[in-house]
């Protein structure tokens, strides 16, 4: 091989190994970020009562998650209070 | 109906049961339960379960049961709200000052606000109850453990008791079972330890919880300013003034606390913000004007019955 022809073979050769460790460096990057995404995300399967009725049968948690208002509502009061909600 | 009050987590705990019967069970349980938060839960206690996640930051560890429900409402509660309630604000809220027990807090130099580092930076795996705290990352559960308190207290004496149960853990209400005539009569105002006698409405609830959340309460001063617990997480300071008090029913009380806390915390925008996730709610601001969302009972209809 000519010179040349050993520069380009040297420059591509260079050029594959780049590519090579930018594809495995953003795969590493990558299955870093799913771990840690997975890993963080399974936070939000909360064992309270709010969570169990929006969790999905596989566990993970859904999209639909959200915080709930009461099934009964809040009425009027009617009479003298049992006891009180404030700041604390 | 009988009830019984005493303090536990820093502020008062009571609980009503409408078998007058079965209260000595019901208090006997809400001692355990309360203990157990504490044990899991409390930033002020060295060994505690979260002072020990603490101590080994960085590593992953196994957590209890309890601390892994904590946590997981905790980090729901983040997400749920954009990041408003975020349980990573330890460090913010101990550079304001509640570095202690509230009782023990004093005066002193106003630290530099430190945003929270944010809740996603906590790696946590509920099913494994495998946690990984970033080194230099604090949290402060108080604003859901309390809740969750309420919430645990109450279905676990419902259960045992069988009777209809009310768990008041500081105005974080939570009610299981069947409700008295006309649902549980609950005075709503600034301060939970004087609602009663000074409401400024009543409301009824027969099911879910309801909470408050309010800067009126836990303040001290720090750096000639007056300061509170709700912390902006965002910011690290307090948020602007633009709520004294929010009340929310929800389906849970952890629920209810987080959509409060975190009503306080958005200001002008909370009204929209609770109606959309049709939270019934009552906020009044700093300077005694009422707004309320869909769902919650109109205010004249309330003072003509209170």
Redesign the interface.
Same mark, same amino acid.
């Given at each position: 091989m000519d010179p040349e022809t050993t520069a380009r073979t040297a420059r591509r050769e260079h050029g594959r190994r780049k590519a090579a460790l930018a594809t495995a460096a953003a795969a590493v990057l990558g299955a870093a970020a799913v771990g840690?995404i997975g890993?963080?995300l399974?936070?939000?399967?909360?064992?309270?009562?709010?969570?169990q009725t929006t969790t999905t049968d596989s566990?993970s948690t859904s999209s639909q998650?959200?915080?709930? $208002?009461?099934?009964?509502?809040?009425?009027?009061?009617?009479?003298?209070?049992?006891?009180? $909600?404030?700041?604390? | 109906?009988a009830?019984t009050a005493f303090r536990a987590l820093g !502020?008062?705990a009571?609980v009503?049961v409408t078998d007058p019967a079965r209260l000595e069970t019901a208090v006997e349980l809400l001692h355990e339960e309360l203990d157990a938060v504490d044990e899991a839960c409390s930033r002020f206690r060295a060994d505690s379960e979260i002072s020990r996640l603490h101590d080994v930051a960085g590593r992953q560890v196994r957590v209890g049961p309890l601390l892994?429900?904590a946590?997981?409402?905790a980090?729901?509660a983040a =997400?749920?709200?954009g990041g408003l309630v975020d349980p990573t604000v330890g460090t913010a809220v101990r550079a304001l000052g509640y570095d202690r027990d509230f009782a023990a807090v004093t005066d002193g130099p106003l630290g530099a606000e430190v945003p929270a580092p944010g809740w996603?930076r906590?790696?946590? %795996?509920? #099913?494994r109850a495998l946690v990984v705290l970033p080194r230099g990352v604090h949290l402060d559960l108080g604003a859901t453990a309390k809740a969750?308190a309420a919430?645990r207290a109450a =279905?676990r004496i419902h259960t045992a008791t069988g009777c209809g149960t009310?768990v008041?853990?500081?105005? %974080?209400?939570r009610v299981e079972g069947p409700a008295?005539e006309?649902?549980?009569?609950? #005075? *709503?105002?600034?301060?939970?330890? %004087? #609602? *009663?006698t000074r409401?400024d409405?009543?409301? #009824?609830?027969?099911?879910?919880?309801?909470?408050?959340?309010?800067?009126?309460? =836990?303040r001290w001063r720090r750096g000639g300013r007056t300061v509170h617990h709700i912390v902006d997480p965002r910011t690290g300071g307090v948020p602007s003034p633009r709520w004294r008090?929010v !009340?929310v @029913?929800?389906?849970?009380t *952890? %629920?209810a606390n987080? @959509?409060s806390t975190a009503a306080v915390v958005l200001g002008d925008a909370a009204p929209s913000w609770l109606a959309e996730?049709?939270?019934?709610a009552r906020l009044v601001g700093v300077d005694g004007d009422i707004v309320t969302t869909p769902?919650?009972? =109109?205010e004249t209809?309330?003072r003509e019955?209170?």
């Open positions: 840690a890993f963080g399974s936070s939000a399967n909360a064992a309270d009562d709010t969570t566990g998650d959200q915080l709930q $208002s009461s099934d009964s509502g809040v009425d009027s009061g009617s009479g003298s209070a049992h006891t009180g $909600s404030g700041a604390s | 109906m009830s !502020t008062t009571e009503l892994t429900e946590l997981s409402a980090l729901r =997400r749920l709200t996603h906590v790696l946590f %795996d509920p #099913a969750l919430d =279905r009310l008041n853990l500081g105005g %974080d209400i008295p006309g649902g549980w009569q609950i #005075a *709503v105002g600034d301060d939970h330890a %004087d #609602a *009663v409401p409405t009543t409301v #009824a609830l027969s099911g879910g919880g309801l909470a408050t959340s309010g800067t009126t309460r =836990r008090t !009340t @029913a929800g389906k849970s *952890v %629920d987080t @959509a996730r049709s939270l019934p769902g919650w009972p =109109r209809e309330l019955a209170s």
